[in-house]
């Protein structure tokens, strides 16, 4: 059953209407006491709809007090939080304090009824608990490894996949955020449209509306011909959205926009257009803290981060590198090899230990690739790793990691090796460390490095 509460009595008739028609049981309250004797007295309660003022207060304060007493009551049932447009900073209050979503006023019926019918699937299908032995999880062929820490994201993926849940995948540089995006389309029920891909690192703002919605001819100087959107390319299907922390603030208003509403416009045309597509997006940065210095909008934050997926870095999950050896290379590997590369720190995860392994080789002469073979190849990047796991002196340009370096000091030491190593270059250091210039700038300002 679905709990409405609002104090406007059109509302309530309105959505009571509406979600009728699509055959859900309904109840409606108009004020906070109501809500709270429904939701102890009622077990069928499966959703909670609720405005956020009763009263002739606009500052939304009852309704934030309403959402505390709903999850004291019932934490397990989610609440759809309406509110207006210029609401929304009240809205995202909400979310932090654990609402489910929310809608805005006037609404769109179809964004409406996604909005609860997600609510429903997330309710039902969300893992308990990640405790799972990986039996009931199979593994798509390009995901490697067979680790807890692996099998818990696949568990996820396994449950949200087949919702339309915006999914927010988090890790450092080089784990698989791009293979886990494919994976979450793979096992969705879009699986038959297209899957689009974009870094949006790559684009400059001035050309994120161009690329992202499309634009008919003579829409601009340079618009010669009609041009399909990412979204449009997407219709149907998923769009993946990496590096989501390279945003500029104008475009992250213009992207929240499409989320909030699932329309667009293209760029010269008028008409609004509908955006059937899950969206999937990505990043190595720590949106959180991103929120917190205001270079990231909040209310973005929560809208496309329902479900996190966060990816273990490949030295918390070490007893997936045979498995991802053996699929780097046909030689054979010693198990003494196998060993050493257990050691190493890879600032880069499976980038860089498969750079490494196809690097070696392509190098070795050994019909079996050794210990000897891996620290030959290593000798001919920027940081040469020694068996025993301290770090040779570079001969090309005198950087070194010392014995028990932290992650922060290994990446800080790349960084200078590979700006040496191109003069300055930023983007050809960013291409090499597989990053875009956007983080790059972001790293060296953190390392105080010019």
């Known amino acids: 059953m679905i709990l409405i509460a609002d104090d406007d009595i059109a509302i309530t008739r309105a959505l009571k209407i509406i979600l009728e028609r699509n055959e859900y049981e309904v109840m409606t309250v108009d004020n906070p006491k109501s809500v709270i004797d429904v939701v102890r007295g009622h077990d069928s309660v499966d959703l ?67 909005r609860v019918r997600l609510a429903f699937e997330m309710s039902q299908k969300m893992p ?14 390009y995901i490697i490894g067979k680790s807890q820490a692996l099998i818990d994201v696949l568990s996820t993926i396994k449950h949200v996949a087949p919702t339309n849940a915006p999914v927010l995948i988090t890790g450092e540089s080089g784990t698989g955020k791009e293979l886990i995006a494919q ?56 769009i993946f959205l990496d590096e989501i922390g390279e945003l500029d603030m104008a475009s992250q ?27 999937v997006c990505a990043t190595n940065a720590n949106l959180q803290e991103m929120v917190r210095q205001h270079t990231f ?40 090899a196998i060993s050493h590369l257990k050691t190493l720190p890879y600032p880069g995860n499976i980038r860089e230990l498969k750079n490494l392994v196809e690097r070696t080789t392509i190098m070795s002469h050994n019909e079996t690739l050794t210990t000897d073979d891996f620290i030959a190849a290593s000798a001919q990047t920027n940081v040469a790793t020694t068996a025993n796991g301290t770090t040779k002196q570079n001969p090309v340009n005198g950087f070194s990691i010392p014995s028990g370096a932290t992650l922060e000091e290994i990446e800080r030491v790349t960084i200078e090796a590979v700006m040496a190593k191109h003069h300055g270059n930023l983007s050809l250091v960013a291409k090499e460390l597989g990053i875009s210039r956007g983080a790059l700038y972001r790293k060296l300002e953190k390392h105080g490095l010019s």
């Open 297 to 336: 909008r909040e209310d973005l934050f929560y809208r496309i981060n329902l479900v996190h997926v966060k990816l273990p870095a490949l030295r918390e999950r070490t007893e997936d590198i045979p498995l991802l050896v053996k699929h780097f290379t046909d030689k054979p590997v010693m198990a003494s």
């Open 48 to 114: 909670v709809m609720m405005d956020m003022n009763y009263s002739r207060a606009t500052d939304g304060e009852e309704g934030l007090t309403l959402l505390r007493q709903v999850k004291v009551f019932r934490p397990d049932v989610p609440v759809i939080l309406m509110t207006a447009w210029g609401n929304i900073d009240l809205a995202v209050r909400g979310m932090r304090m654990g609402a489910f979503d929310f809608i805005t006023k006037p609404w769109d019926n179809i964004v409406l009824m996604e």
């Open 253 to 279: 208003v213009k992207l929240l926009r499409v989320l909030q509403d699932q329309t667009y416009e293209v760029l010269g045309d008028s008409q609004t257009r509908r955006a059937d597509v899950r969206v």
């Open 183 to 238: 994976a979450l389309h793979d096992n969705s029920k879009r699986h038959g449209k297209p899957f689009v891909k974009v870094n949006l690192g790559g684009i400059s703002s001035t050309l994120f509306e161009s690329e992202m919605f499309g634009h008919v001819k003579g829409a601009f100087t340079d618009a010669k011909a009609d041009r399909k959107g990412r979204f449009e390319m997407a219709e149907g299907g998923t």
């Open 128 to 141: 308990q608990s990640s405790e799972n032995n990986g039996e009931d999880n199979v593994l798509p062929p």
